[in-house]
């Protein structure tokens, strides 16, 4: 037995005995002598987080945790720098030991054990990850690429993906990815009929050359409805090629999506229910049929709106039909915070949904439980000043504003330019003409052409000189 293996066995009695503090400590000795033990690397996170909690603390970190965690932080900085990644692993897991649940410093280490070349170590701690946080797309596009290079899994490479593009509809790398798994995936089985069936049969040879000819139309680029049509024929033959395949499930939503790209409704919904009778706990397929209705009538009011810039006087229906929308929004980002009442991604949706129809107090509030999570903290800032414009407190609206800017690093992004010239209209409306000028100038040094700002800074001037004239 090597000594990894002593300190793993020591660890797991210690644990029988809930000497829990005393098992973390050897479980990271173990894992300094034998780095690559996703199981026991895990299990180390595990029982720190119930040291934690056994403590009364936040296995996620906070505040208090920041002045522990820092130096370890700051040396595993420096050794990424060094590229000493093996040793950047160990500092991580110092950190980790007071914040064992923490997406951030999860992904960290992750990435480390990625650069020690210590893959399956690297996955699952991804995997870690998306148990906490769930809609981590960085962590679903690390395993999409890991799983499906590194451990050679297509399918359940594509799992990922498809995880990822539920959440970001529109990326591109998980299209692309789904699609070339897809493909090394049926290789793989053709492979393998060819091994059954022997390397000089011929039958296995035709029906070889018959297949990679499917891959290449089926890899070829989708442009138009045309190659749309193309690839719905083969998937539905591949379907009744093997009709009780679980993976069917997955191949009805690739057509219902392909429905929906040429607005075929009716066909899209079809496809997707098709999914949920393969598998009924098709998450997926659910989300799709319930986001459907909206794509669709948000399809409907883009042609309206291009349809109303000849034709002025469908103002009346484009006006109402966008009303309907909005409320239809809201519906949905209900439905959706009531799925998943922890995601506050959802709860900043609901909010700018609730904002757009005029609720503006309750708005208010999704976007202030929304601060908690640092990607929706600053948004939910400036969004909650909108609010408190829209209802004629500027004062309140000036301090979101203020709190808002101040947390963001790079003044020459579009989120910065946003906050200052809301912040200079928000001191404008409260009448503190000096305030505004000073924001709308800063704006201006900036970039000049940003919206109306630089008349705003002509008509404040000349209204200073007139009040000075009058005095």
Known sequence: MGHADELFKKAEMAIKKQNNEYAVELIMQGLIIEPDSPEWRRRLH?????VIQENGGNPAGGIGVKLKVLPHDGK???????????EEVIEIERSLKFQPENPGALMVLAKALENCELYESSISVYEEVTVIDSDNVEALRALGKLVGSKRDDPEKAIEYWEKLKNIKPDDKEAGKSIRDLSAAAMVRKAEERKKQAGDESFRSMLKDEDESAELEQKQAIIR?????????KFKIAEIKEDPKNPGNARTFREIGALFQDMKQWDKARAAYNNALKVNPTDLFAKEKIEQLEEIQVEEELKDLEELLKGNPSLQGEYDEKLKAFQHFQVKACRRRVEAHPTDYGLKFSLGRALKAIGEFDEAIGFFQQAQQDPKTKVGSKKEIGDCFSAKDLPDMAKSQYADA???????????YKEVKYSLGRACEDNEDVDEALQHYQELMALDISFQDVSQR???????KRSEDDAA
């Open 46 to 50: 595990k029982v720190a987080t119930l």
């Open 76 to 86: 595993a900085k420096k050794l990424r720098m060094q590229k000493k990644f093996d």
């Open 224 to 232: 138009n409805d045309e190659d749309r049509i193309r690839v719905i």
């Open 405 to 415: 800017l101040g947390e963001i690093s790079d003044t020459n992004s579009m989120l």
């Open 457 to 463: 800074v002509s008509e404040l001037r000349k209204k």
